[in-house]
């Protein structure tokens, strides 16, 4: 395999794997950053010891933290197919799309290039993916033309509405990618819960019918004998079915917080933290886009979005 052939495969293979960046929305990206490279590179190659150098030069010159750093302009180019398919998807007048497009692309490079400079941390786990924090870039400025023009205010409205809370199952990369940012909000706003966001935890994927696993019953419960811990776990499915089903888990609620609520108690506690976050939530966006349903919705998402990305164990 000669130097272009590693340059490429490199780039196609770690630092912009498919599964990240589907060539769908990224046609080009695997071939204008090998150009690039190669260009800026010049005869630097040649002089490169082995695999892993070469690699490592690939690496310094394109990945996403350097092309912000100093190639912003490639760095909106391979973007640019997922601003126009964010922007085509949303626009109502169609003859406008590239307007639009090129006004979004203008104001990346006349300043927001530098504030997400500015803003965000590759090397913090907690922040979300680089892609959807540009969608999300895109989506603000893309709201902020539409505000400025009078024929755009229900658009505005309607696009924050139908993006929040879509559960992904056509595979649509840029409503899995907004809904991303909606999971990373509402675990921030867990956080605050402090004390009582184990229990709100194990609460809430009790009301939803969410499995319970041994973590959830432990952070509650670290002292909760083998027996209580398999049938929280093991019977969380029947309880949100059942309309007895605070009548089990509060016994286990007022034995280790040493209460003796009844099972109205508990749901009027759960029922509260709801309205808590819907409304902390809706404070997030210019509107209100979350009700009883949607909210709903988002947390049993955001559990099914944890599970299955392995996130937040920190929580």
């Given at each position: ?128 993916t680089f892609t ?151 404070r997030i966006h ?30």
């Open positions: 395999m000669d130097d272009r052939e590693l340059i490429r495969d490199f780039i196609d293979r770690d630092l912009y794997p498919e599964n990240r960046f589907p060539r769908s929305i990224f046609p080009d990206l695997v071939s204008v950053l090998t150009d690039l490279f190669r260009r800026d590179s010049g005869t630097e190659i040649a002089g490169t010891s082995g695999t892993d150098e070469l690699r490592e030069r690939v690496r310094e010159k394109v990945s996403l933290k350097a092309l912000l750093d100093h190639n912003p302009g490639t760095l909106v180019l391979i973007y640019k197919t997922l601003i126009t398919k964010y922007i085509y998807k949303r626009h109502h007048y169609k003859d406008d799309v590239e307007e639009v497009v090129q006004e979004i692309i203008a104001r990346f490079l006349h300043d927001k290039i530098r504030g997400i400079r500015r803003r965000f941390d590759f090397e913090n786990p907690e922040l979300p959807s924090y540009f969608l999300v870039t895109i989506r603000n400025i893309y709201i902020d033309i539409l505000r400025k023009e009078s024929r755009g205010r229900n658009l505005a409205d309607s696009d924050a509405k139908i993006e929040t809370v879509s559960d992904d199952r056509s595979g649509d990369m840029l409503s899995s990618l907004i809904l991303e940012e909606e999971f990373r909000k509402f675990n921030g706003l867990m956080k605050l819960y402090y004390k009582s966001a184990p229990k709100l935890n194990l609460a809430l994927k009790v009301k939803f019918n969410i499995p319970v696993d041994d973590a959830d019953v432990l952070a509650c419960f670290p002292d909760c004998t083998d027996e209580e811990r398999q049938f929280l776990t093991g019977r969380s499915r029947l309880f949100a079915k059942n309309r007895k089903s605070m009548e089990k888990l509060v016994p286990v609620f007022n034995k280790y917080e040493g209460k003796s609520n009844n099972p109205d108690t508990l749901r009027k506690w759960i029922s509260t933290r709801l309205e808590e976050i819907k409304r902390h939530m809706n210019d509107k209100s886009p979350y009700n009883n349903s949607t909210i709903s919705d988002l947390i049993i998402l955001y559990f099914k979005w944890k599970r299955e990305r392995g996130v937040f164990h920190d929580q």
